[in-house]
Each structure stands twice: as C-alpha cells, then as structure tokens.
C-alpha cells in the first residue's frame, strides 16, 4: 500500500506490491506439476507472503482516524479482496506446520511397540497431504481472474468422423452424445438437444444440444477437439477377424452468453425447409418442419429439427447461429490471450486430437496432460469417472494458468525496473 503525495490512499496494484523475481525461467518445469508443485515454487511463496503482509498493513490502515469516505472505501475494497488469499495462504502453512510435527513423531516412532501409533499418523499425514493440495486449487482459483464465459450455457455439438470400413464412427459419437446427457444430468443441468441426424445402422451422423446450468462452460470448454476411437466392430467382417478399427468424431463447445447480440441482416440468411430424419412418430417425413440456415456471408449453416413447429425449429435455428457468429469473435479473443505454451484445448484446436479411447485395453487417454484412465464404460456412462477426469484437466489448466500469470507480471516488473 501506498500515500499519494496530496495525502489520498491510493492502492498499489499487484504489480507495484510484487516486487520479487521468478525462479520459473531457470528451472525445468515438469508436464504434470500439480497443486502442491506450483505452491511450493520459491517465487509463489514470496509473492504471496508479499500480498498477506499487504493485507495487514490494509487491515491496519483501516483502523486509523484521519482517512476521509473515499480511502475508506478503496482500502475496504481492497482489503476483501486481499482476505480470502490471506487467509488461505495461512491455512495452508499451518497444515504444512501440522505435517512437519507429524513427520518429526514418524521419526521417533521406530520400535515395535508404536507400530499402531506410527500408522496412524502416518494416514492422518496422507490425509493432510490431500487437504493442502486442495486448498492450493482454492489459493490459486482466488489469484488467477475467472474465465469470462466460464459461467456461461453452451451449445455442444457432436459430429461422426470417417474410417476405412465399419461404423464405428457413427456408434462412438452415438455413445458420446449420450455421455454429455448423462453427464449434464449428473451435473444437474439443463439439456436440450436442438438437432439429430441419425445414421441408418443405429449410430449418429450428428447433433447439437444447449446446456445451461451452473459453469457448464468451465467444465465442458476443455471437451472440444477430435476424439480417437480404437475398438473391434460388433458386426461384420472385422468383428469376426478381430481387427481393431480406429474411428474418430469431433466436438465443438461454443459459450453462449445470455445476452447474445449479433445483428443479422435477413437478407444475409438463406432458409431452406425440409422433412426431419429423426425420431418423432407419424410426424417425421409428412411435414417440412425441419429447418436449414445458411448465413451467406459466412457460410456457416444450422439446422434444427426437434420441434413440431417450422416457425419454433426456425427461432431455435437463429438462436443457434448466433451463438456461432458470437462464437467467432470470442475464438479471436481466445486466441489472442493464448501463449505458445498454454493448453491447445476446446475451440482454440478442434482439429487436434485430444483424447483416445482405446476399447481393447480399457484405457482412456487425455493426450493433453499424458493422464491414463480405465474402465471406459464408467467414463462413457458420463458420471463420476468423467467428472474426475474433467476436473483433472481443470487442475492441470489453472497451475499453467498461475505460471503463466506470474511469469507476465515478472515481465511487467522487468519492463518498470
């Protein structure tokens, strides 16, 4: 904190309050360091020891008799904003005291007699260990800004890729979609599927859906990409000979803001109407309630056919594209924030294959953070295993998001001396 030289408090952006260099140049950082890795780093701990010693000298200031309504209020302010990091940062040292106590008592009990004793302390040690590491993600989560459409619905779409023979292709983004409706219900989400194509062999040429509820773009932005399917084919000539196949499909997450502003000049659009191809009863090819959209200066085309209703399937259409104009300008946006070092992930690389999921060995692969797991049906029946393994790349994402933030403020701080 800081005195302006006419008397009014001014608060020191985290930039001035830092004043420290960062190790992370000279030192080799590992593929998959965690929580704990980064906390542990000499330049995070200086950094926010700088920022705690700032939150006492706020605390203190606030206390004194000579500030006028304007100081009060910049000093409040940044005090509640300095609190939570303060008090995590001290959480998180007063665990580590309690870990050094137990690992000194580990010491000392060696003999047989306290085998009991040594055990148990050694589980409440592991226990501590995991409780550290989260308040770490906690830390950071407080010291990295929020993602600017992490709260936002999205529109998910699901398309089937090609192979040399068989349609796995088809039966994989089948079995996709329904693991992001699993995992939308499993999250307690809204999903509302806004376009079907079904392939003639029982799988999914293609499909879209809007998802709304709680962060559904924070823990769907990083399912975007081309998925790898490597399996033997139930039927055919392959299922008999017991050759693997290798199929792909791609997903697209675009964010969707509630309040969607694009214009759109009619005269840019082409709607063309057809008969559905899906499920729907008597209904299906007796009316051209399908929608198709064609945006002519773009090219991009959407199509909905879930509703009865032409004028209903039209209005969720231009809803659709929209999002998709929208979704441009923040793929500009993106990528103008993305380092050459960050994560390749969600619409920023929708060609690049992200994930393998390899029937034959039961492992599913995140090429992204080299992270193995198994038991793909638990993972494709979209609860508890998918969950797990987004959140593993949500870990993974916000440690590379505080080295990067650091490593700009070091170069901020270069740039100032």
Same mark, same amino acid.
């Given at each position: 904190?800081?005195?302006?030289?006419?008397?009014?408090?001014?608060?020191?952006?985290?930039?001035?309050?830092?004043?420290?260099?960062?190790?992370?140049?000279?030192?080799?950082?590992?593929?998959?360091?965690?929580?704990?890795?980064?906390?542990?780093?000499?330049?995070?701990?200086?950094?926010?020891?700088?920022?705690?010693?700032?939150?006492?000298?706020?605390?203190?200031?606030?206390?004194?008799?000579?500030?006028?309504?304007?100081?009060?209020?910049?000093?409040?302010?940044?005090?509640?904003?300095?609190?939570?990091?303060?008090?995590?940062?001290?959480?998180?040292?007063?665990?580590?005291?309690?870990?050094?106590?137990?690992?000194?008592?580990?010491?000392?009990?060696?003999?047989?007699?306290?085998?009991?004793?040594?055990?148990?302390?050694?589980?409440?040690?592991?226990?501590?260990?995991?409780?550290?590491?989260?308040?770490?993600?906690?830390?950071?989560?407080?010291?990295?800004?929020?993602?600017?459409?992490?709260?936002?619905?999205?529109?998910?779409?699901?398309?089937?890729?090609?192979?040399?023979?068989?349609?796995?292709?088809?039966?994989?983004?089948?079995?996709?979609?329904?693991?992001?409706?699993?995992?939308?219900?499993?999250?307690?989400?809204?999903?509302?599927?806004?376009?079907?194509?079904?392939?003639?062999?029982?799988?999914?040429?293609?499909?879209?859906?809007?998802?709304?509820?709680?962060?559904?773009?924070?823990?769907?932005?990083?399912?975007?990409?081309?998925?790898?399917?490597?399996?033997?084919?139930?039927?055919?000539?392959?299922?008999?000979?017991?050759?693997?196949?290798?199929?792909?499909?791609?997903?697209?997450?675009?964010?969707?803001?509630?309040?969607?502003?694009?214009?759109?000049?009619?005269?840019?659009?082409?709607?063309?109407?057809?008969?559905?191809?899906?499920?729907?009863?008597?209904?299906?090819?007796?009316?051209?309630?399908?929608?198709?959209?064609?945006? #002519?200066? /773009?090219?991009? !085309?959407?199509?909905? $056919? +879930?509703?009865?209703?032409? %004028?209903?399937?039209? =209005?969720?259409? #231009?809803? /659709?594209?929209? !999002?998709?104009?929208? $979704? +441009?300008?923040?793929?500009? %946006?993106?990528?103008? =924030?993305?380092?050459?070092?960050?994560?390749?992930?969600?619409?920023?690389? +929708?060609?690049?294959?992200?994930?393998?999921?390899?029937?034959?060995?039961?492992?599913?692969?995140?090429?992204?953070?080299?992270?193995?797991?198994?038991?793909?049906?638990?993972?494709?029946?979209?609860?508890?295993?998918?969950?797990?393994?987004?959140?593993?790349?949500?870990?993974?994402?916000?440690?590379?998001?505080?080295?990067?933030?650091?490593?700009?403020?070091?170069?901020?701080?270069?740039?100032?001396?």
């Amino acid at each position: 904190v800081g005195l302006h030289n006419h008397g009014f408090w001014r608060p020191k952006s985290l930039l001035d309050t830092a004043r420290f260099t960062l190790s992370f140049n000279s030192c080799r950082r590992k593929n998959h360091q965690d929580s704990q890795d980064l906390w542990k780093q000499e330049a995070v701990q200086k950094y926010l020891e700088t920022l705690s010693k700032e939150y006492q000298q706020v605390s203190h200031l606030l206390n004194a008799d000579s500030l006028n309504d304007f100081e009060q209020r910049n000093l409040r302010r940044r005090c509640a904003n300095l609190s939570p990091i303060a008090a995590a940062f001290q959480e998180i040292k007063e665990a580590e005291r309690e870990v050094q106590e137990l690992e000194a008592m580990c010491r000392e009990l060696d003999s047989r007699d306290e085998k009991q004793l040594l055990e148990l302390a050694l589980e409440e040690k592991e226990t501590l260990d995991k409780k550290i590491n989260v308040m770490c993600r906690k830390l950071f989560r407080l010291l990295v800004p929020k993602g600017k459409y992490d709260r936002s619905p999205v529109v998910l779409e699901v398309t089937a890729g090609r192979t040399t023979g068989g349609d796995i292709c088809q039966q994989f983004t089948k079995e996709m979609f329904e693991m992001y409706q699993n995992y939308a219900d499993y999250k307690r989400w809204t999903f509302d599927i806004v376009n079907y194509v079904p392939a003639e062999i029982g799988g999914l040429h293609h499909a879209a859906a809007r998802i709304s509820g709680e962060d559904v773009y924070k823990y769907l932005k990083y399912e975007g990409g081309t998925h790898r399917v490597q399996r033997i084919p139930e039927m055919g000539m392959s299922s008999r000979m017991q050759r693997i196949h290798t199929g792909t499909m791609s997903v697209i997450v675009l964010p969707q803001p509630e309040e969607v502003d694009v214009k759109v000049d009619p005269k840019d659009l082409r709607i063309d109407t057809f008969r559905a191809k899906g499920a729907g009863g008597q209904h299906v090819n007796k009316t051209d309630s399908a929608v198709r959209i064609v945006h #002519l200066p /773009t090219g991009l !085309a959407v199509e909905c $056919q +879930q509703e009865r209703s032409q %004028q209903m399937n039209k =209005e969720i259409a #231009l809803q /659709t594209l929209r !999002a998709k104009l929208y $979704q +441009q300008i923040v793929e500009k %946006q993106l990528s103008e =924030e993305q380092s050459a070092r960050k994560l390749q992930l969600g619409t920023r690389a +929708q060609s690049e294959r992200i994930r393998t999921y390899n029937f034959t060995q039961d492992r599913v692969t995140d090429h992204r953070i080299s992270y193995d797991a198994r038991n793909i049906k638990e993972i494709l029946s979209g609860k508890e295993a998918l969950d797990k393994l987004i959140n593993r790349l949500l870990e993974f994402a916000e440690t590379e998001a505080v080295t990067e933030y650091l490593e700009n403020l070091q170069a901020f701080e270069g740039r100032d001396c």
